[in-house]
């Protein structure tokens, strides 16, 4: 059994304005659907990567596997544990003991107050577990030094900082981590040796990752399987090899072509083309179609299904 089971996810808000401002201007309730009908499986000990534009529902996707948000519909399945249905309360707490997220800003995450070895034991202290050396050990583990326990988040840089959060996520021994852009706020140097970390203690642990970034490339050599989302909605999944071989929807083959390459450093990056459509008036059909140069009537009318191509998912009508 997968470690992770998604299906049918849908997380719609309520965006509208106060009641009174409505009856004035006469406009009735307006509804944003971030995620909509996302299903997919993360195996255990592998990286399942989300990638998409801002706006594309990644993040929204990481809270609610990690229980900060209910869906609307669909099911976010740990273990087979249904965390926002399931009613035994002692079942619910042990897969959450087992979950923990480590977030884009090193800085705005991380207490200015408290020392690091505070910071690092918080998740065990809180639920009375013994904490003699533990952040003293995880500093080590993670790069730094034991010494650094006695310190202040100031006294870091931005890649230091995003060890001390790592550190922090591994205190309490979990099995899934949720990685939401962890190392976009980074140098691009930085970068590298975060994610090489990530990486080493994944094998080291047997841990799992849910890592959301914008950038195809950040994910490229760390995922076992990718997942593209356009407008709240899956449009590709593949393992990296095929995705970047092979990309078959029209809206990864342009993600791609924006991504910088190793081999053309330091050459001007087109951005992606086109504007993001309104979420709370997403076009017909594939929502793509007014950015997509491959569009034709029926985009415009129907929505593409999901379907099997070359050992990838697409949601594309002309795919071949
Ligand atoms: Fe483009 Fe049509 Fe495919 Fe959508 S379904 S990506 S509009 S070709």
Redesign the pocket.
């Known amino acids: 059994m997968a470690l992770v089971s998604v299906s049918g996810l849908t997380r719609i808000f309520d965006v509208s304005k106060p009641w009174l401002n409505r009856v004035v201007e006469q406009r009735k309730k307006a509804f944003l659907t971030a995620v909509s009908d996302v299903s997919f499986e993360i195996e255990e000990r592998s990286v399942y990567a989300l990638v998409g534009e801002s706006g594309s529902g990644k993040s929204t996707i990481g809270k609610m596997l990690v229980g900060l948000l209910g869906p609307s519909e669909g099911a976010v399945e740990i273990r087979g544990v249904d965390l926002a249905r399931e009613q035994d309360r002692a079942k619910v707490d042990a897969v959450r003991a087992d979950i923990q997220m480590i977030f884009q800003d090193p800085f705005a995450s991380l207490n200015p107050r408290w020392r690091v070895r505070d910071i690092i034991a918080e998740p065990v202290a809180a639920r009375g577990g013994d904490t003699t050396g533990l952040s003293e050990r995880l500093l080590e583990q993670v790069g730094l030094s034991a010494r650094d326990a006695g310190k202040f988040p100031h006294e870091f840089s931005g890649g230091q900082r995003q060890r001390i959060c790592i550190a922090r996520a591994l205190a309490s021994e979990p099995r899934l981590i949720v990685c939401d852009e962890p190392t976009s706020a980074l140098d691009v140097s930085v970068q590298a040796q975060v994610l090489n970390l990530m990486s080493d203690l994944k094998d080291q642990l047997g841990l799992t990752y849910l890592f959301i970034s914008h950038d195809l490339t950040v994910v490229q050599h760390m995922a076992d399987r990718v997942g593209v989302l356009y407008l709240g909605r899956l449009?590709e999944e593949a393992t990296p090899e095929d995705l970047f071989d092979d990309p078959k929807?029209?809206?990864t083959q342009m993600l791609l072509a924006a991504a910088p390459k190793l081999d053309e450093f330091g050459r001007d990056v087109p951005p992606p083309t086109g504007e993001i459509p309104d979420p709370i008036n997403p076009p017909s059909?594939?929502?793509?179609?007014p950015r997509?140069?491959?569009?034709?009537d029926?985009?415009?009318t129907t929505r593409?299904p999901m379907r099997m191509l070359r050992g990838a998912k697409v949601?594309?009508?002309?795919?071949q």
Not at 285 to 289: D, E, F, Q, S
Not at 292 to 296: E, I, K, N, S
Not at 315 to 319: K, S, V
């Open positions: 449009v929807h029209p809206y059909g594939c929502a793509y179609h997509c140069p491959l569009a034709t029926v985009c415009k593409p949601a594309c009508h002309l795919a």
